[in-house]
């Protein structure tokens, strides 16, 4: 209550100087009437702050620094995307701008100098926030949308691809090309391979809901899916003993590795299930039309990357590999964020998650390397072993010849009952 009447005695006073200054034409004293009136106008938002204490009658309203809060998310990984002010004292671009600008690059494919009519941000500034914005989401995101799969993950992948007749399956394996517009001329030679331009080669593992599970960007255009295999770390975990374990059985014949779907170039491991070239017999048709179109689960994965980004569907524009190496793994981050938000939650079970589970803690590696390096050597051989490779195939064509056969007579069945009912 004094505090009111403090503040109507001072705004009685204030009125009355008003009254006083307007009967006098001086420009000192006008200046003084205008600083009187910020000063009566403070006074009012004081009134408004105090008066009203929240939403709920005795809650204190708390002044929070929200602009500071934005800044620091930005911070806590780059200040880069802080906006600040010049030596001028001008305020300069804010973050909003320069991500807008990196993100329009990545999804329209567009030169940098394109953004200035948008964004109103410069070449150079737009091709350094592109930069800095795609080490932050590698940085920041790989390890939870660029990891291998856990132990959950592949129980789930294993009971869908059992629903589609494939036991064991964990995806499908295969490379894309990404040309490389800028490459050097002393690199050409090493990077131009059949598309007779200089490309870079992107290895990647997809599942039946395009999420990509691999990616191993970088090896020049002239290599081939051998090659890069060879080069690729994607079963260095299961050589090392330290993949999740996967056990099946199938015909009769139990399997301990997962399996990937691959083209014909693959070589011919346990790892690998390949299609049969020019089948003959029916179940073997069966059991290549079927394979040929759960392959391309990674093909479809490639079409939609592109799709949304347009930078890995042109030709590339930047000079350096280590800045193509970003952009690629930056798209597949988005890629598999996009996948994982667009997912329908009534559609899928709680044990399809994909968010990352601990693993048990792992044991110290001990030194002695004569059991570890022969557990290495019998990994590898398991891996490459060409007769496991052709047993997993005959198995699975009469798996899937048995599931069509049971299809077939449900299908049979179900029209002869109908025509009896009819008749």
Same mark, same amino acid.
């Given at each position: 209550?004094a505090?009111?009447?403090q503040m109507?005695?001072h705004?009685?006073?204030i009125?009355e100087m008003?009254?006083a200054?307007?009967?006098s034409?001086?420009?000192d004293e006008?200046?003084i009437?205008?600083?009187?009136?910020?000063e009566?106008?403070? #006074?009012k938002?004081?009134?408004a702050?105090?008066?009203?204490?929240?939403?709920?009658?005795?809650r204190k309203?708390i002044?929070r620094?929200?602009?500071?809060?934005?800044?620091?998310?930005?911070?806590?990984h780059?200040?880069y995307f802080?906006?600040?002010?010049?030596a001028t004292?001008t305020l300069?671009?804010? !973050?909003?701008?320069?991500m807008? =600008? +990196? #993100?329009?690059i990545?999804?329209? &494919?567009? +030169?940098?100098d394109?953004t200035?009519?948008?964004?109103?941000i410069g070449e150079s500034?737009?091709?350094?926030?592109?930069?800095?914005f795609?080490?932050?989401?590698?940085n920041?995101f790989?390890?939870e949308y660029l990891r291998s799969?856990? !132990?959950?993950n592949?129980a789930?992948?294993?009971?869908?691809?059992?629903?589609?007749?494939f036991?064991?399956?964990?995806?499908?394996?295969?490379?894309?090309h990404?040309?490389?517009?800028?490459?050097?001329?002393?690199?050409k030679?090493?990077y131009?391979g059949h598309?007779r331009?200089?490309?870079l080669?992107l290895e990647?593992?997809?599942?039946n809901?395009?999420w990509?599970?691999?990616?191993?960007? &970088?090896?020049?255009g002239?290599h081939?899916?051998?090659n890069?295999l060879?080069?690729? !770390?994607i079963?260095?975990?299961?050589?090392q003993?330290?993949a999740?374990?996967v056990?099946?059985?199938i015909? &009769?014949?139990?399997?301990?590795?997962g399996?990937?779907f691959? @083209? &014909?170039i693959?070589?011919?491991?346990?790892?690998?299930v390949k299609t049969?070239?020019?089948p003959?017999?029916?179940?073997k048709?069966?059991? =290549?039309?079927?394979?040929e =179109?759960c392959?391309k689960?990674v093909e479809?994965a490639?079409g939609i #990357?592109?799709?949304?980004?347009?930078?890995?569907r042109?030709?590339a524009r930047?000079?350096?590999e280590a800045t /193509?190496?970003?952009?690629?793994? +930056?798209?597949?981050?988005l %890629?598999?964020?996009?996948?994982?938000d667009e997912r @329908?939650?009534?559609?899928?079970?709680q044990?399809?998650? *994909?968010?990352?589970?601990?693993?048990?803690?792992p $044991?110290p590696t001990s030194?002695?390397? $004569?059991?570890?390096?022969?557990n290495?050597?019998?990994s590898?051989?398991?891996?490459?072993?060409?007769e496991?490779?052709?047993q997993?195939?005959?198995?699975?064509v009469?798996? /899937?010849?048995q599931? %069509?056969?049971?299809? !077939?007579f449900?299908f %049979?069945a179900?029209i002869? *009952? #109908?025509?009896?009912?009819?008749?």
């Open positions: 209550m505090r009111d009447y109507k005695a705004d009685y006073q009125k008003e009254m200054l307007l009967e034409d001086s420009d006008i200046e009437l205008s600083i009187f009136a910020m009566e106008e403070r #006074l938002r004081e009134r702050s105090t008066s009203r204490r929240g939403s709920i009658v005795g309203v002044k620094d929200y602009l500071q809060g934005e800044a620091r998310l930005f911070q806590a780059d200040p802080i906006q600040k002010r010049n004292r300069g671009l804010s !973050s909003l701008q320069k807008t =600008a +990196a #993100l329009r990545l999804a329209y &494919g567009v +030169a940098a394109s200035d009519k948008y964004v109103r500034t737009a091709v350094e926030s592109l930069k800095k795609v080490k932050a989401v590698v920041i790989s390890e799969s856990n !132990s959950n592949i789930r992948l294993l009971a869908v691809n059992e629903k589609r007749g036991l064991g399956m964990l995806g499908s394996i295969d490379c894309m990404w040309k490389w517009k800028n490459c050097p001329t002393a690199w030679g090493q131009t598309s331009e200089p490309t080669i990647a593992v997809a599942s809901d395009r990509i599970w691999h990616a191993f960007f &970088g090896l020049p002239s081939n899916d051998i890069v060879e080069h690729s !770390s079963f260095t975990e299961l050589a003993g330290r999740p374990p056990n099946y059985s015909n &009769g014949h139990d399997y301990t590795m399996y990937y691959a @083209d &014909g693959h070589p011919q491991w346990s790892i690998f049969i070239s020019a003959l017999e029916a179940k048709k069966h059991f =290549a039309r079927v394979q =179109a392959r689960d479809c490639f #990357l592109q799709a949304r980004f347009s930078i890995v042109g030709p930047f000079w350096d /193509l190496n970003d952009i690629m793994k +930056a798209c597949i981050i %890629h598999n964020m996009i996948i994982e @329908d939650p009534n559609g899928v079970q044990h399809d998650d *994909y968010k990352q589970v601990p693993e048990s803690i $044991t030194r002695e390397l $004569t059991i570890e390096v022969q290495f050597i019998q590898h051989i398991r891996i490459r072993d060409r496991t490779h052709s997993l195939q005959a198995d699975l009469e798996h /899937l010849w599931l %069509h056969g049971q299809s !077939s449900n %049979h179900c002869i *009952y #109908l025509c009896y009912f009819l008749l």
